[in-house]
């Protein structure tokens, strides 16, 4: 069997999802690859649909599922904040329970110190 529990000891692997306005999301996923805070950024787009202060939005967004080790979550989400244009920007961190095992290797390598 090819698929593999997620490491143990830190190396936990997770996805961070985000959105972001269209024009800004490849600036965000790439800081975040240049920080070593994320292996990888996918970007595809999406409508989203929400309440913000009283007013129906309907909005065309990038949600960018950015992949890190669980130690490193903590620091993305100061870096996602900080650069983000929106005053609550939509951040989840989800655990990555399982999966291809070179793949969640590959990722615990491309993160943390260059």
Known sequence: MEIEEN????QEIC??????P??????????????????????????SLYWWKGEFCDDEEHLLIIKTRRELAE?????????HPYDVPEIIV????????P???WVH????AP
């Open 7 to 10: 490491p143990g000891s830190g």
């Open 15 to 20: 996805m961070i999802c985000s959105t972001a």
């Open 22 to 47: 269209k024009d800004q999301s490849s600036a965000l996923a790439k800081s975040l690859l240049d920080q070593h805070l994320a292996a990888c950024v996918n970007i595809t787009p999406v409508r």
């Open 75 to 83: 620091a993305a989400i100061l870096a996602i904040k900080a650069e």
């Open 94 to 101: 989800l655990p990555v329970t399982a999966g291809y095992g």
């Open 103 to 105: 793949y969640l290797a």
């Open 109 to 112: 390598e491309q993160t943390g």
